[in-house]
T-cell receptor
Framework: SQELEQSPQSLIVQEGKNLTINCTSS?????LYWYKQKYGEGLIFLMM?????EEKSHEKITAKLDEKKQQSSLHITASQPSHAGIYLC????????????FGDGTTLTVKP | DSGVTQTPKHLITATGQRVTLRCSPR?????VYWYQQSLDQGLQFLIQ???????AKGNILERFSAQQFPDLHSELNLSSLELGDSALYFC??????????????FGEGSRLTVL
């Protein structure tokens, strides 16, 4: 999606290393979601961020939304093989419409 | 298990044919979303229905149509199929009308292969 840009497109890390995935929009986001997808399977909800400066953590995954609500980062600490998959950020780009947009995803490989 | 059921899981058909994909949302969810995921296009929003009515439209081709029935299940109809329509089609549901009102729950997808 050109409305939401994710970087990097793919990432290969050694088990135990930390990593960060970014999601950037040119517009103010009304809400930002992070999902994880195993290849060929459905998306699994990770976290939702709505307020500027908000930060949430779940186990070893932390997501932040910047003050301007245009950029979010997903940080994984001490990565494990179970973290491997495709991470997608999603956002509602409108005020009333239900149109939802996703980034193109970041494919994470964790080498044991 | 997200509670969203999609059928069929796999479908192989020929160009020019028509197929119907079915989605049963989570119990109590009024919104149904359809997405297409292909390797070169990523996850693309197609269309959303809320309580039987079309709510939002994305990059859905004219050859594609969808509807949501009174029992809230939804069908995505793909006609005059082309090779490029081969993709994974996801259905998702939510309580409200948009992402802001809650997370989307995704089904496992229907993999369509057009030969």
């Amino acid at each position: 999606s050109q409305e939401l840009e994710q970087s990097p497109q793919s990432l290969i890390v050694q088990e135990g290393k930390n990593l960060t995935i970014n999601c950037t929009s040119s517009k103010t986001l009304y809400g930002l979601y992070w999902y994880k997808q195993k290849y060929g399977e459905g998306l699994i909800f990770l976290m939702m961020l709505q307020k500027g400066g908000e930060e949430k953590s779940h186990e070893k995954i932390t997501a932040k939304l910047d003050e301007k609500k245009q950029q979010s980062s997903l940080h994984i600490t001490a990565s494990q093989p179970s973290h491997a998959g495709i991470y997608l950020c999603g956002a509602d780009m409108g005020t009333n419409a239900g149109k939802s947009t996703f980034g193109d995803g970041t494919t994470l490989t964790v080498k044991p | 298990d997200s509670g969203v059921t999609q059928t069929p899981k796999h479908l192989i058909t020929a160009t020019g044919q028509r197929v119907t994909l079915r989605c049963s949302p989570r119990s109590g969810d009024l919104s149904v979303y359809w997405y297409q995921q292909s390797l070169d296009q990523g996850l693309q929003f197609l269309i959303q229905y809320y309580n039987g009515e079309e709510r939002a439209k994305g990059n859905i081709l004219e050859r594609f149509s969808a509807q949501q029935f009174p029992d809230l299940h939804s069908e995505l109809n793909l006609s005059s199929l082309e090779l490029g329509d081969s993709a994974l089609y996801f259905c998702a549901s939510s309580r409200g009308t948009g992402l802001l009102t809650g997370e989307l729950f995704f089904g496992e997808g229907s993999r369509l292969t057009v030969l």
